[in-house]
């Protein structure tokens, strides 16, 4: 594990945006906050898994920071919960509601919250997940699917996070399909995925859905003649009115991690 030396070495590893998520003025404050102890590399929303495990993003120290900081997003969002009449929202956003619970499909798996916001779900729920799952139930606009794709840099509001995205977001998804011949196979028997055809002429297309307004269109072609694979992911166009772009972000990079870990355990 390496020690950073001095506050500049920090700073290199850094976007240099000053988009100020991570609650720090400058990217310069944060890395002297970094260099100083105070907090984690990790709390950088931008930095890779490589980059984090080099200098040892994971620490207890660390950890327990950014448990808190989960625990303190929780907390509001839930309180927001206990304020919604969750029924009205419930058929806005393609779920049901029942014995005082909103139940929404998450990769085909039942994924319900209570009205004082307690979740009960099937499906492993990492913290890049729960937030932005709530965050669709108490913002989304409920939108009807146009089924016009377009890659997430063309999303009206992506703007400050679209590089972000294809580094941690699609190149980690390439990575698991490269490494894991039976990665899709896992995607439509475990998550109810769904193959489609005649998208982009990719050799493996098909179709998950995280929330049942946020599908995203995973395209695969394979290596052929020298040439290296290529995975690219695409959306609905009323992707980010029904989930804010920043949360559409976290959710995918989740489920990159998960499938990750999913493929490093079971492929």
Known sequence: MEKFKNTMQVFKLLPKTNCRKCNKPTCLAFAAAVFQGQISLGDCPFIDEDTLNTYGGENVKYESRAEQGYLEVMGRLKEKIRQTDLASRAGLLGGTFSNGRLTIKIMGKDFSVDTNGEISTDIHVNHWIAPPVLKYILSGKGLALTET?????????????????????????????????????????????????????????????????????????????????????????????????????????????MFEKLAATHG
């Open 149 to 257: 794709w377009v890659p997430f840099r063309e999303l009206e509001t992506s703007k400050d996070w679209a590089r972000f995205f294809e580094h941690q977001c699609v190149k980690l998804f390439k990575k698991i399909a490269d490494s894991n011949p039976s990665f899709f196979e896992d995607l439509i028997e475990l998550f109810n995925g769904q193959p489609v055809e005649n998208h982009y002429d990719a050799d493996i297309a098909l179709i998950i859905k995280p929330l049942p307004l946020l599908p995203i269109l995973i395209c695969y072609n394979n290596p052929e003649d020298g040439l290296e694979s290529d995975l690219n992911l695409f959306f609905d166009t009323t992707a980010d009115k029904n989930l804010p772009v920043e949360n559409i972000y976290t959710l995918t990079t989740g489920l990159a991690k």
